[in-house]
C-alpha cells in the first residue's frame, strides 16, 4: 500500500514559495473561523523515522496562529502517566472545542512500536487497534475533526536522510538512538505500518499517506489536505450520529411488567443503633487498613455513588472519608460543568480526576449523569445519551484493565423517605443549603428516573464494574452494607493480584507489576500484626458470584461479642 508514496514527487523553490503564501493566509482564515465554532480539530503526526514529522509540525505551528494549537509530544511517559490508565495522558491532551491540537505519535506510537520489538502479538495488537477506532469514533461523534498523516518513503532514502540527520548536533537522533533500530529492519516496521492503517483507516477518520522525500512536496500537501479537511468540516455538519432511536423493550401495560430493578429492593432493611455502631467501628479500622495495603501495593480504587437526591450519598462519603487517611483520597463533587468541561467530551472532566497508582477517589455522583439528570432533563441529546452506555463501559474497562479497583454504588430511598427528608431540610438551619427548587422538580420526574435507572443497571452492570444497589431507607443499614461491599471487595482484588482483572494486555499498555503478598495485614491496638478477620455474616461478595450484575447483600447480622485485646 505503500507504492504511492515512492514515486519521487516533488515541488520546486519557485512553486513552493508561490504557493506557501497562498496556503497560509488560507489557514490562518479557516482557523479564525473555526474558533467561532465547537469543532476541536486533532491532527495525528506519525511515519517512518526520518521522515520529516518534526519539521511538519513546525511548518504547521509557523503557518498557524500558534495561540490556538497545542503540540504534544508522547515519549517518555512520565511517572504520573506510569501511575494512571494508558488513555489517560491522550484525554488530558485533548483540545478544547474551537482549537487545534497536533499530535506526535498519539495513540499509535506505542502499540507500533510494542508490536515492533516483538512485545505483544497480532491478536493483542488489533485488540489496541479495535478500542483505538472506538475512541476515536467517540470523539467525531461528540463533534472532532481527526486528521491522520503518516509520512513515508523508500528504504534508501530513509538511509540517506539518517546520515545526514547523524550528522547534526541538533537532531532529535543524537538524543534518541534507539529509534535507529526501526530504520535497521525497514521491511518489518512497514509490515506493522501497513496492519495498522488498514485496521484504522475509516470513513470519518481516514488516513492520508503523504511522501516524504522532497520537504517541500511534503509540506505542502499537508497544508493543503488540512485547509480542505477543516473547510469540509465547516460546511458539514459532521458524520451521520448511526445510534438507533431505539432504547429499552417497549414494555406491555400493567404494574408487573414495569417492574424494575429498584422495586426488587427491600426498603424495610434496617439496622439497629447498637449493631450500628458495633460493626461500623470494626469497619472503619477494617478500612483505613485496606486503604494503606493498596497504596503500598499501588492498585489505586475509584468509588462511585449515585442515588435518588436525599438518600444519604454525603453522610455514606463522610463515614468512608472520616476513616482513610487524608493523604490517600480525594473527593469530586460533580455539579453542572463548567465551560471548560463543556468545551471537551463529557468524559473529559471525569479522566482528569482519575487517582494515581495508590490512591482513591470518590466521585459523589459521576459520568453517569449523562444517562440519569442529562437524559431526563433534555440536557443531552436522545443520541448523546444513547451512545454513552457503550462509551462509558469503555471507559470503566480500561479502568479496570489496568488495575483500578472500581465499584458503583446506587443509594435509593421510596419517595415517602424523600418527602420526610426533604421537610426536615427544610426546618433544620444548617441543613437548608441542601434543599433547591430543583430537588422538588426531580421529585416530580420520579418514574422517568426510576426508568434511567433500570436501563442504566441494565446496560452497564458488567462482569467488570457492576452496581451495587443500596437499600438506603435506613441510613445506617446503608453505611455498613456500602462498608462492608468495599473491605470485601479491597481484600479479593488485593488477594488475587494486579493482572486478576485482566482478560488480556492490550498492546501499549504498561508490563504487569510484580506480584504481591496476598495477606492482607492489620494493626491491632496493641501493635501486634495479625489478619484482617472477615465478618462470616456480611457474605457480601458471595452473593455477588451467584449474581454478578447486581449486588444485593442481606441484611448485616449482629456480630459476635468482640474478645478482649488486653
Same mark, same amino acid.
Given at each position: 500500500?505503500?507504492?504511492?508514496?515512492?514515486?519521487?514527487?516533488?515541488?520546486?523553490?519557485?512553486?513552493?514559495?508561490?504557493?506557501?503564501?497562498?496556503? /497560509?493566509?488560507?489557514?490562518?482564515?479557516? &482557523?479564525? #473561523?473555526?474558533?467561532?465554532?465547537?469543532?476541536?480539530?486533532?491532527?495525528?503526526?506519525?511515519?517512518?523515522?526520518?521522515?520529516? @514529522?518534526?519539521?511538519?509540525?513546525? /511548518?504547521?505551528?509557523?503557518?498557524?496562529?500558534?495561540?490556538?494549537?497545542?503540540?504534544?509530544?508522547?515519549?517518555?511517559?512520565?511517572?504520573?502517566?506510569?501511575?494512571?490508565?494508558?488513555?489517560?495522558?491522550?484525554?488530558?491532551?485533548?483540545?478544547?472545542?474551537?482549537?487545534?491540537?497536533?499530535?506526535?505519535?498519539?495513540?499509535?506510537?506505542?502499540?507500533?512500536?510494542?508490536?515492533?520489538?516483538?512485545?505483544?502479538?497480532?491478536?493483542?495488537?488489533?485488540? #489496541?487497534?479495535?478500542?483505538?477506532?472506538?475512541?476515536?469514533?467517540?470523539?467525531?461523534?461528540?463533534?472532532?475533526?481527526?486528521?491522520?498523516?503518516?509520512?513515508?518513503?523508500?528504504?534508501?532514502? &530513509?538511509?540517506?536522510?539518517?546520515?545526514?540527520?547523524?550528522?547534526?548536533?541538533?537532531?532529535?537522533?543524537?538524543?534518541?538512538?534507539? !529509534?535507529?533500530?526501526?530504520?535497521?529492519?525497514?521491511?518489518?516496521?512497514?509490515?506493522?505500518?501497513? /496492519?495498522?492503517?488498514?485496521?484504522?483507516?475509516?470513513?470519518?477518520?481516514?488516513?492520508? +499517506?503523504?511522501?516524504?522525500?522532497?520537504?517541500?512536496?511534503?509540506?505542502?500537501?499537508?497544508? !493543503?489536505?488540512?485547509?480542505?479537511?477543516?473547510?469540509?468540516?465547516?460546511?458539514?455538519?459532521?458524520?451521520?450520529?448511526?445510534?438507533?432511536?431505539?432504547?429499552?423493550?417497549?414494555?406491555?401495560?400493567?404494574?408487573?411488567?414495569?417492574?424494575?430493578? =429498584?422495586?426488587?429492593?427491600?426498603?424495610?432493611?434496617?439496622?439497629?443503633?447498637?449493631?450500628?455502631?458495633?460493626?461500623?467501628?470494626?469497619?472503619?479500622?477494617?478500612?483505613?487498613?485496606?486503604?494503606?495495603?493498596?497504596?503500598?501495593?499501588?492498585?489505586?480504587?475509584?468509588?462511585?455513588?449515585?442515588?435518588?437526591?436525599?438518600?444519604?450519598?454525603?453522610?455514606?462519603?463522610?463515614?468512608?472519608?472520616?476513616?482513610?487517611?487524608?493523604?490517600?483520597?480525594?473527593?469530586?463533587?460533580?455539579?453542572?460543568?463548567?465551560?471548560?468541561? @463543556?468545551?471537551?467530551?463529557?468524559?473529559?472532566?471525569?479522566?482528569?480526576?482519575?487517582?494515581?497508582?495508590?490512591?482513591?477517589?470518590?466521585?459523589?455522583?459521576?459520568?453517569?449523569?449523562?444517562?440519569?439528570?442529562?437524559?431526563?432533563?433534555?440536557?443531552?441529546?436522545?443520541?448523546?445519551?444513547?451512545?454513552?452506555?457503550?462509551?462509558?463501559?469503555?471507559?470503566?474497562?480500561?479502568?479496570?484493565?489496568?488495575?483500578?479497583?472500581? +465499584?458503583?454504588?446506587?443509594?435509593?430511598?421510596?419517595?415517602?423517605?424523600? =418527602?420526610?427528608?426533604?421537610?426536615?431540610?427544610?426546618?433544620?438551619?444548617?441543613?437548608?443549603?441542601?434543599?433547591?427548587?430543583?430537588?422538588?422538580?426531580?421529585?416530580? @420526574?420520579?418514574?422517568?428516573?426510576?426508568?434511567?435507572?433500570?436501563?442504566?443497571?441494565?446496560?452497564?452492570?458488567?462482569?467488570?464494574?457492576?452496581?451495587?444497589?443500596?437499600?438506603?431507607?435506613?441510613?445506617?443499614?446503608?453505611?455498613? @452494607?456500602?462498608?462492608?461491599?468495599?473491605?470485601?471487595?479491597?481484600?479479593?482484588?488485593?488477594?488475587?493480584?494486579?493482572?486478576?482483572?485482566?482478560?488480556?494486555?492490550?498492546?501499549?499498555?504498561?508490563?504487569?507489576?510484580?506480584?504481591?503478598?496476598?495477606?492482607?495485614?492489620?494493626?491491632?491496638?496493641?501493635?501486634?500484626?495479625?489478619?484482617?478477620?472477615?465478618?462470616?455474616?456480611?457474605?457480601?461478595?458471595?452473593?455477588?458470584?451467584?449474581?454478578?450484575?447486581?449486588?444485593?447483600?442481606?441484611?448485616?447480622?449482629?456480630?459476635?461479642?468482640? !474478645?478482649?485485646?488486653?
Amino acid at each position: 500500500m505503500f507504492e504511492a508514496t515512492k514515486v519521487g514527487r516533488s515541488v520546486s523553490k519557485d512553486d513552493f514559495k508561490e504557493q506557501q503564501e497562498a496556503l /497560509r493566509t488560507q489557514l490562518l482564515a479557516v &482557523q479564525r #473561523e473555526l474558533r467561532q465554532t465547537d469543532i476541536p480539530v486533532i491532527i495525528l503526526i506519525s511515519g517512518v523515522e526520518a521522515a520529516g @514529522k518534526g519539521e511538519v509540525v513546525n /511548518r504547521l505551528n509557523e503557518w498557524l496562529d500558534t495561540r490556538g494549537v497545542w503540540t504534544h509530544a508522547f515519549w517518555d511517559e512520565t511517572d504520573e502517566e506510569r501511575a494512571r490508565p494508558r488513555y489517560w495522558r491522550f484525554w488530558r491532551t485533548l483540545p478544547p472545542r474551537g482549537e487545534i491540537t497536533i499530535l506526535f505519535g498519539g495513540w499509535y506510537m506505542t502499540p507500533i512500536e510494542y508490536h515492533f520489538q516483538g512485545h505483544c502479538t497480532d491478536a493483542e495488537l488489533d485488540a #489496541e487497534l479495535n478500542r483505538i477506532v472506538d475512541y476515536e469514533r467517540m470523539l467525531i461523534q461528540d463533534g472532532a475533526l481527526i486528521v491522520k498523516f503518516w509520512f513515508h518513503m523508500s528504504e534508501q532514502d &530513509q538511509k540517506v536522510r539518517l546520515q545526514a540527520l547523524s550528522r547534526d548536533d541538533r537532531s532529535r537522533w543524537k538524543m534518541m538512538p534507539q !529509534k535507529a533500530k526501526f530504520s535497521e529492519h525497514y521491511q518489518a516496521f512497514e509490515q506493522v505500518a501497513e /496492519r495498522v492503517i488498514l485496521h484504522t483507516d475509516r470513513g470519518i477518520s481516514p488516513w492520508y +499517506l503523504v511522501e516524504a522525500e522532497d520537504p517541500r512536496y511534503r509540506d505542502l500537501t499537508v497544508g !493543503k489536505t488540512l485547509l480542505h479537511a477543516i473547510r469540509t468540516r465547516l460546511s458539514d455538519p459532521g458524520p451521520e450520529d448511526l445510534t438507533p432511536n431505539a432504547g429499552g423493550p417497549e414494555l406491555p401495560s400493567g404494574p408487573r411488567a414495569q417492574t424494575t430493578v =429498584l422495586d426488587q429492593l427491600d426498603l424495610t432493611m434496617s439496622l439497629s443503633d447498637d449493631k450500628y455502631k458495633a460493626q461500623m467501628k470494626d469497619l472503619q479500622v477494617e478500612i483505613n487498613e485496606l486503604a494503606w495495603h493498596a497504596y503500598n501495593a499501588k492498585r489505586s480504587t475509584v468509588l462511585v455513588f449515585e442515588g435518588v437526591d436525599a438518600g444519604g450519598k454525603g453522610g455514606t462519603i463522610r463515614r468512608i472519608t472520616s476513616t482513610i487517611d487524608a493523604r490517600l483520597y480525594r473527593t469530586i463533587p460533580v455539579a453542572a460543568p463548567t465551560d471548560e468541561e @463543556k468545551a471537551h467530551h463529557y468524559l473529559w472532566r471525569f479522566w482528569r480526576h482519575v487517582p494515581r497508582a495508590g490512591y482513591i477517589t470518590l466521585y459523589d455522583r459521576s459520568w453517569y449523569g449523562r444517562v440519569l439528570v442529562e437524559r431526563v432533563e433534555g440536557f443531552a441529546s436522545d443520541a448523546e445519551w444513547r451512545r454513552a452506555y457503550s462509551e462509558i463501559n469503555g471507559f470503566e474497562e480500561q479502568l479496570v484493565g489496568s488495575g483500578v479497583i472500581l +465499584l458503583k454504588f446506587w443509594v435509593h430511598i421510596d419517595q415517602d423517605e424523600q =418527602l420526610r427528608r426533604f421537610q426536615d431540610r427544610e426546618q433544620v438551619a444548617y441543613k437548608r443549603y441542601k434543599i433547591t427548587a430543583e430537588d422538588w422538580r426531580n421529585r416530580e @420526574k420520579w418514574p422517568l428516573y426510576k426508568e434511567a435507572v433500570n436501563e442504566m443497571v441494565a446496560r452497564t452492570s458488567t462482569e467488570h464494574a457492576h452496581w451495587t444497589l443500596v437499600e438506603g431507607n435506613d441510613k445506617r443499614y446503608a453505611r455498613v @452494607k456500602v462498608m462492608r461491599t468495599i473491605c470485601a471487595a479491597l481484600k479479593e482484588a488485593l488477594a488475587a493480584g494486579p493482572g486478576a482483572t485482566t482478560r488480556y494486555v492490550p498492546c501499549g499498555d504498561k508490563p504487569p507489576r510484580e506480584p504481591i503478598e496476598t495477606a492482607v495485614p492489620t494493626l491491632k491496638p496493641n501493635g501486634t500484626d495479625k489478619a484482617v478477620k472477615t465478618d462470616k455474616d456480611a457474605k457480601v461478595d458471595k452473593d455477588a458470584k451467584a449474581d454478578k450484575a447486581v449486588k444485593v447483600p442481606k441484611e448485616p447480622k449482629e456480630p459476635k461479642e468482640p !474478645k478482649s485485646r488486653g
